[in-house]
T-cell receptor, first 113, second 112 residues
């Protein structure tokens, strides 16, 4: 699985959009970009994933560059409850052993009141 | 719908003791896995299973055993606990063809 690079930490004002970057310059053509988050002391929570098109769901939007070497997770209106560590993970489409998720150290997003 | 349930939530062991961390899911997921998380680090994969009777090693399998006799349960065994195994342990499950993994709330283990 391709490695990812994320900033260690970021701040965001409550109510503003939070934009979390991720670099994955060695991503392969069959690898997806996944985002999970982990609120303090809880188990990780799935947010969104994508291959090459931008994706949006009720939690967030995922913007993937045309060359697929980087992506940005956007939380449109951050709240204090969005304070968490956000993990960007790259892996092939789900298929048996490749279901495994390899976590890096993620980005600690601190939403400020 | 309980999702992924881990027991116990907290445990203190003495060095050399054995114990089993329980993980159960009620979503009929084929894939289950165990992770450990140490302070300031991301989750590291210990063992995983793609179905009943099938298990394999992850990144950090030493000191841990697993088995998968049913689809629902995936216990993690520590045969002889060591202080280096002090950590928070997370169990996860997903469909083999699924995209979303579901995690339990974790077991905080301290080995003294």
């Amino acid at each position: 699985d391709a490695k990812t690079t994320q900033p260690t930490s970021m701040d965001c004002a409550e109510g503003r959009a939070a934009n979390l970057p991720c670099n994955h310059s060695t991503i392969s053509g069959n690898e997806y970009v996944y985002w999970y988050r982990q609120i303090h002391s809880q188990g990780p929570q799935y947010i969104i994933h994508g291959l090459k098109n931008n994706e949006t769901n009720e939690m967030a939007s995922l913007i993937i560059t045309e060359d697929r070497k980087s992506s940005t997770l956007i939380l449109p209106h951050a709240t204090l409850r969005d304070t968490a560590v956000y993990y960007c993970i790259v892996r092939v489409a789900s298929s048996g052993a490749t279901n495994k998720l390899i976590f890096g150290t993620g980005t600690l997003l601190a939403v400020q009141p | 719908n309980a999702g992924v349930t881990q027991t116990p939530k907290f445990q203190v062991l003495k060095t050399g003791q054995s114990m089993t961390l329980q993980c159960a899911q009620d979503m009929n997921h084929e894939y289950m896995s165990w992770y450990r998380q140490d302070p300031g680090m991301g989750l590291r994969l210990i063992h995983y299973s793609v179905g009943a009777g099938i298990t394999d090693q992850g990144e950090v399998p030493n000191g841990y055993n697993v088995s998968r006799s049913t689809t629902e349960d995936f216990p993690l065994r520590l045969l002889s606990a060591a202080p280096s195994q002090t950590s928070v342990y997370f169990c996860a499950s997903s469909y083999l063809r699924g995209t979303e993994a579901f995690f339990g709330q974790g077991t905080r283990l301290t080995v003294v």
